[in-house]
């Protein structure tokens, strides 16, 4: 069973930098790419970034890019977003998932698919 857990979130203020992590587990993710993905109140569920647990290709969201960085520690099994210079409007519920995709493919994915963790929040004040 694949598990996937997001940690990190909390109340910032506006200009600040905050790192999510995405610890998963219950399989090998050889050929898996890891997502995260945003949905503010009111908002549709958003791509944010992605990689691929092997060969560590990227892909951004272009209201991300320059901001947010993704990375991964296979050795942990987690993935991490980095992201600086936060705004008023990154505030949303961030949640990882996973798949066996490409990393760009992986901004296409449903939210009926399987795998997606519970979410973090980010609260981001002006």
């Known amino acids: 069973q694949v598990q996937l857990v997001e940690s990190g979130g909390r109340l910032v203020q506006a200009g600040a930098s905050l790192r999510l992590s995405c610890a998963a587990s219950?399989?090998?993710?050889?050929?898996?790419?890891v997502g995260w993905f945003r949905q503010a109140p009111g908002k549709e569920r958003e791509f944010v970034a992605a990689?691929?647990?092997?060969?560590?290709?990227?892909y951004y969201a272009d209201s991300v890019k320059g901001r947010f960085t993704i990375s991964r520690e296979n050795a942990k099994n987690t993935v991490y977003l980095q992201m600086n210079s936060l705004k008023p409007e990154d505030t949303a519920v961030y949640y990882c998932?996973?798949?066996?995709?490409?990393?760009?493919?992986?901004?296409?994915?449903?939210?009926?698919?399987?795998?997606w963790g519970k979410g973090t929040l980010v609260t981001v004040s002006s």
């Open positions: 219950g399989r090998a993710f050889i050929n898996y790419a």
């Open positions: 990689i691929t647990w092997s060969g560590g290709n990227t």
């Open positions: 998932a996973t798949k066996w995709t490409t990393a760009q493919a992986m901004s296409r994915m449903s939210i009926t698919e399987d795998y």
